[in-house]
């Protein structure tokens, strides 16, 4: 461990850093729309940490302020958290090893920016070991989730008094764009990337966020197989 | 909406996410999984993540779902930096600050 060992925890954090521009107005915004919605501060601070999945959050407190019944809410939500479910897999290869308590702690961790970013640097470094890959995990989350938090318990506190002129309602869009644009590297990606894009706004109409996850099949389906095609006209 | 109700939601949420966010990190373990599969897997952030903000940007809540060339001019912006340049803070700086720069340019 030692020094080695913070190097990846450091990495991690300077990698996960810059998110904390726009999961700070994300939490902010959930913070004032809670209270507003009537739910109490720990309400708000127990949401906010027990779930930590802010679109997700937005879609429960929206669905409780419009009187829904609990299990259409619930469910709503969980619909919403469905793509996490392709995180899970797609970072268990790497990190399965771990103990039950690592693996425990970093599905609580796994969020859009520590998945992507995590994602990102062990399909660049495979060399690395399971404990360092969870270092290097871990660390993404450093900056991310303290931010996820405080900025929660200013929004509850300041409330109201920040003007609609900032916008923070796409902070979370331009955090996913960030995202993805680094992990357009291939030919396949692109054209994953394309197809997710074309199809969920085609399938918009779909309930429960079927349309999320039916664009995301599609476009896993079409980077699969440009890669698959790609080599075997090289080979 | 009464206060057990929002517990209810809380709590119900809260265990709800983990376990999907536990599901295959925990079923899986150190198993290895087949080449079809994996090669599925390794396209899942450019899979889910322009599909969830392709209705954001073109259909802005803010904006009661119209276009604005604010929101669009800012998503390109980010998006061509991340792209070009590899910089996730170079995008989320772009395109905040182009958001900005528009809106005060256009309103």
């Known amino acids: ?235 | 909406m009464t206060d057990q109700t929002v517990w209810i939601v809380i709590i119900g949420l809260g265990i709800g996410t983990f376990i999907i966010r536990y599901s295959f990190i925990g079923i899986i373990g150190d198993k290895e999984l087949p080449e079809w599969l994996v090669r599925h897997l390794r396209y899942v952030p450019v899979a889910v993540l322009p599909g969830l903000v392709a209705p954001l940007v073109v259909w802005p809540a803010a904006t009661n779902g119209d276009a604005d060339p604010a929101r669009l001019t800012a998503a390109t912006v980010a998006l061509f930096i991340g792209a070009v340049f590899k910089s996730t803070l170079g995008a989320v700086f772009g395109g905040m600050s182009a958001l900005y720069l528009v809106q005060n340019i256009f309103y």
């Open chain 1, 1 to 235: 461990m030692s020094k080695q060992g913070h190097n990846f925890y450091w990495q991690g954090a300077k990698a996960g850093f810059p998110f904390i521009l726009v999961v700070g107005p994300f939490g902010l915004l959930f913070g004032v729309v809670a209270t507003e919605t009537g739910l109490d501060t720990i309400q708000t601070m127990a949401m906010t940490i027990l779930v930590i999945a802010g679109a997700s959050q937005f879609a429960a407190v929206q669905l409780l302020a419009e009187n829904a019944p609990v299990l259409v809410v619930i469910l709503t939500g969980l619909a919403v958290n469905m793509r996490m479910a392709m995180y899970s897999a797609s970072i268990a290869p790497h990190i399965g090893k771990a103990d039950t308590w690592q693996r425990i702690l970093t599905a609580y961790f796994l969020v859009d920016q520590s998945y992507a970013v995590s994602i990102l640097k062990y399909e660049n470094s495979p060399e690395l070991s399971v404990s360092e890959k969870l270092r290097y995990f871990f660390g993404t989350m450093i900056p991310i989730a303290p931010i996820w938090y405080i900025s929660t318990y200013i929004g509850i506190v300041a409330g109201a008094e920040i003007p609609q002129k900032f916008a923070l309602d796409f902070a979370i869009p331009i955090t996913f764009l960030a995202l993805v644009g680094p992990s357009l590297r291939s030919f396949p990606h692109l054209s994953a990337a394309i197809v997710s894009v074309v199809a969920s706004l085609l399938l918009i109409w779909m309930p429960f966020n079927l349309w999320l996850i039916v664009a995301a099949f599609l476009a896993m389906m079409t980077g699969a197989y440009v890669e698959k095609q790609l080599e075997t006209n090289y080979d």
